[in-house]
């Protein structure tokens, strides 16, 4: 069985940064391809940032490019996302997902295609 459990959430002021943290535990060698969402009260869930399993693609939210970064650890089988310059409008529960039917090179911006999801972090941002 496979568990995401992410980590790195918090309350950050405007204009300030927060790297957070998936790791992957069990089986995850059958995981190709995984992405950070995020989902604010009485909004749709949002993708915000993926990566292939190797870290050979990355794809970003046209919102939050060049202010997120996403960076796998394969070693420490751990997803990271660096966000710097967040904005009151950032504030959502943030989730790491797995995919493990994603077979094609292109990360999948979709929510529907990833299988695996971690319990969600809290990251609030202050004007």
């Known amino acids: 069985q496979v568990q995401l459990v992410e980590s790195g959430g918090g309350l950050v002021q405007a204009e300030g940064s927060l790297r957070l943290s998936c790791a992957a535990s069990?089986?995850?060698?059958?995981?190709?391809?995984y992405g950070w969402f995020r989902q604010a009260p009485e909004n749709e869930r949002e993708f915000v940032a993926g990566i292939r399993w190797n870290g050979a693609n990355e794809a970003y939210s046209d919102s939050m490019k060049g202010r997120f970064t996403i960076s796998r650890d394969i070693a420490k089988n751990t997803v990271y996302l660096q966000m710097n310059s967040l904005k009151p409008g950032d504030t959502a529960v943030y989730y790491c997902?797995?995919?493990?039917?994603?077979?094609?090179?292109?990360?999948?911006?979709?929510?529907?295609?990833?299988?695996?999801w971690g319990q969600g972090t809290q990251v609030t941002v202050s004007s």
């Open positions: 069990g089986r995850t060698g059958g995981i190709y391809g």
């Open positions: 997902a797995g995919c493990t039917r994603c077979f094609e090179s292109v990360v999948r911006t979709d929510a529907r295609p990833y299988d695996l």
